[in-house]
Structures are given as C-alpha cells and as structure tokens.
C-alpha cells in the first residue's frame, strides 16, 4: 500500500513562501508519477503542479505557474512544492498525489491519479 505524508503547510502572509514536501513509501519512488492538488471550502479539488516520473515532464496550472515549483528526491522518496509570492487566493488544502499508471505526459485530472496524502492546510493572509 502507497502511503503519502504531507508537511509544511502553514500560516503566511501575502508575497511569503512556503515549501510543501511529500514522503512516499510503499512502492518504489521512481516508478510512480507526482503531483499536487489543492482545494479551498466550497471549491473542487484543482490541479497545482505535475511531475512525471521520468522527470523529463512538468506542467502547472495556470494560476501558479511561475510562482510554484514542483520537485522530486529520488533518494529521499520525496516531493517538493516550492511555493513563492504566496497571494491569499492560494489559502486552500493541498494535496500530494501519485499514480504507478503508464502514461506519457502530464495528467491534470485527479481521478487519474490512485493514491493520495492526508492534505496540509495552508493559509495565506493580506
């Protein structure tokens, strides 16, 4: 069973940064594709950031791209999401998620996605 644990969220103001990490055990690391979700109360759970397990592919959404990060330690079994110039808009609950699908490219839909950490919370004040 693939596990996926969750840190570094928090409280922050507007313009900070946070980095979100995800450990993963319980397959091999490098067979699995990565991503983070997030979701703000009342709001369906939306696409942040991919990797895929190649490394060779990343995409982000649209409302983070150039603030956000996504990164990977193979021999830490761990995700990162770097997150700059935070803006109240990105308060939500963020998610880490991974898949051992065989697909080619980047998934931005989370049904495709199997396994899923427990959410950090982040919060972004003005």
């Known amino acids: 069973q693939v596990q996926l644990v969750e840190s570094g969220g928090g409280l922050v103001q507007a313009g900070g940064s946070l980095r979100l990490s995800c450990v993963v055990s319980?397959?091999?690391?490098?067979?699995?594709?990565s991503g983070w979700f997030r979701q703000a109360p009342g709001k369906e759970r939306e696409f942040v950031a991919a990797?895929?397990?190649?490394?060779?592919?990343?995409a982000y959404g649209d409302s983070v791209k150039g603030r956000f990060t996504i990164s990977r330690d193979n021999a830490k079994n761990t995700v990162y999401l770097q997150m700059n110039s935070l803006k109240p808009e990105d308060t939500a609950v963020y998610y880490c998620t991974t898949s051992s699908k065989s697909w080619n490219g980047i998934r931005r839909i989370a049904s495709e996605y199997e396994f899923w950490g427990q959410g950090t919370q982040v919060t972004v004040s003005s």
């Open positions: 319980g397959r091999t690391f490098s067979s699995l594709h």
């Open positions: 990797r895929s397990r190649s490394g060779g592919n990343t």
